[in-house]
């Protein structure tokens, strides 16, 4: 590994001072270390900044570099569609509580994000890392993917907190890949697994129609004759 860059910008937080080393190792995304330096010896802890790549260099990571996916969606996203030989460990969990709080908040959600969205009704894992660092160790390379990009961001810097070196995230997530990218299993495509609810049937519903629409004007427009003579008998004018 070669240092491209050297910050000399240092600034004095309370317990020492820091300074940013620039790395890059052959295609890989950069990123910066910090090391923290105190009055009596040289660096004494190190913190690696999280990778954001696109769909390619993801794939790379994983085929070339030994990356392992960490998938941190809920479960239903993850049931719809992961990808292939990933690991799963949900940054957000069912809500099942009872109390009456969140009961109220859970049939709100329920009746309007759940009903067109098909978004689960979720509370942050207080166990994510413990479950993470009981799969992996801290010098493990890993991928975390989420659908848009957010829950793997936060789920990257829980972890980087806690000694984890070498992180990468898909910037705005699975939703942004292309078709192939990834060998997956599932129902439907890995870009489209967020994608649940009335909003599908909508979808689905919309297709049909422009569908219809599309044929009855090929109909009208190739067989002006025929068509009068059936809006006729509908009693439709033209």
């Not at 070669?2 to 309370?14: D, I, R």
């Not at 809500?95 to 689960?120: C, W």
């Not at 910037?171 to 439907?188: A, D, I, M, R």
Request: net charge positive; aromatic share 8%.
């Amino acid at each position: 590994m070669a240092v491209l860059g050297l910050s000399t910008a240092f600034f004095s937080p309370p317990r020492g001072s820091w300074i940013a080393v620039r790395l890059r190792q052959g295609g890989a995304a950069g990123r910066s270390l910090w090391l923290r330096r105190s009055g009596a010896a040289s660096a004494v802890a190190a913190r690696a900044e999280v990778s954001f790549v696109d769909g390619d260099e993801a794939k790379r990571l994983v085929a070339e570099e030994g990356y392992t996916v960490l998938d941190v969606r809920d479960r239903r996203q993850y049931e719809r569609a992961h990808v292939k030989a990933s690991a799963h460990v949900p940054l957000f969990i069912e809500n099942d509580d009872n109390d009456i709080g969140t009961i109220i908040k859970r049939q709100a959600h329920n009746n309007f994000a759940g009903l067109f969205y098909g978004l689960s009704f979720t509370k942050l894992n207080k166990d994510f890392t413990k479950m993470v660092k009981d799969k992996f160790s801290p010098n493990a390379k890993l991928l975390l993917v989420c659908q848009e990009g957010l829950r793997s961001t936060a789920a990257a810097d829980a972890l980087e907190r806690e000694g984890f070196q070498n992180l990468a995230c898909i910037t705005s997530g699975l939703q942004t890949l292309k078709p192939g990218t990834f060998e997956s299993v599932g129902k439907t495509e890995l870009q489209n697994a967020g994608k649940a609810g009335l909003v599908t049937i909508q979808g689905k519903i919309s297709i049909v129609l422009g569908t219809i629409l599309i044929s009855l004007l090929l109909f009208i427009t190739v067989f002006p004759d025929q068509a009068e003579k059936l809006f006729e008998l509908a009693g439709i004018k033209l």
